[in-house]
């Protein structure tokens, strides 16, 4: 049961074209049952920043990407948003968010106004942390998944075709960029662009996610059922 296209085509590649295979959707975004929805005129105005660190980069490529993101800050704190940096990885492990962040922050010019969640967070606080903010900018692939699930108005930077694909189920594919593409033109012009409907992007995003939920509550006991005959 592959959550998208390029896991079903790999299925088919090792297993033969006879297998048993149910596309199904992305079951983290069952999380949407573990949060009170908050409508867009509830949250604090802020926008929530997930990067991928551990991804290969030259020193120029991370120094493009560092100050792309600083400059996207410098924009919308510009518009009245507060900046809080979401790390991914796992942190005292080896890979650690924080260090690239603060690098990010201290290329902006209101590093005052930006923050980051300095300890790990459990999976119910993090949901309501996301759930909080108005707009949500996801590069690794659960910061956007957390976004969809909590109705945050998602920009996607994919690393991987599945980002592209999620958001596509989501009907946003819009809102998504190949990271090697990122710009800080296209960053704000997406920004201006959703800003003027970010409650029903918010609405949309959940209702797709509840939708989606129960597709894959039944995917579930589908599997189980076949199993175990």
């Known amino acids: 049961m592959p959550r998208e ?3 079903q085509e790999c299925l088919k590649k090792f297993i033969g ?26 949250r604090d105005n ?25 400059k996207f800050c410098d924009y919308v704190i510009s518009k009245g948003y507060n900046v809080r940096f979401f ?3 796992i942190k005292g492990t080896g890979p650690d968010d924080r260090p690239f ?11 005052e ?16 942390e996301v759930s909080k903010c108005k707009v949500f900018l996801g590069h690794k692939t659960h910061s956007t998944i957390f976004a969809l699930a909590t109705g945050t108005p998602l920009m996607a930077m994919a690393y991987h075709p599945k980002t592209l694909e999620f958001l596509t189920q989501f009907g946003m594919t819009e809102n998504v960029i190949v990271d090697t593409k990122l710009s800080i033109e296209w960053l704000t012009e ?18 797709k996610s509840v939708d989606f939920t129960n597709r894959i509550k039944e995917d579930i006991f589908k599997a189980i059922n076949i199993v175990t005959k």
Request: glycine fraction near 2%; charge should be negative.
């Open 5 to 7: 296209n390029n896991s």
């Open 190 to 207: 997406t920004f201006d662009r959703i800003s003027s409907s970010l409650e029903s992007i918010s609405k949309n995003e959940y209702a």
């Open 46 to 70: 802020a926008i929530g920043i997930a990067i991928y660190c551990t991804q290969y980069r030259t020193s120029e490529e991370k120094s493009t990407y560092q100050k792309t993101l600083a």
């Open 113 to 128: 106004k930006c923050s980051v969640y300095f300890e790990d967070l459990e999976t119910q606080d993090h949901l309501n």
């Open 17 to 42: 074209d006879g297998a048993n295979v149910i596309p199904t959707f992305e079951s983290v975004l069952s999380l949407s049952e573990f949060i009170e929805y908050k409508s867009i005129d509830k």
């Open 87 to 89: 790390p991914m990885e």
């Open 101 to 111: 962040i603060n690098e990010i922050i201290s290329k902006t010019l209101a590093p």
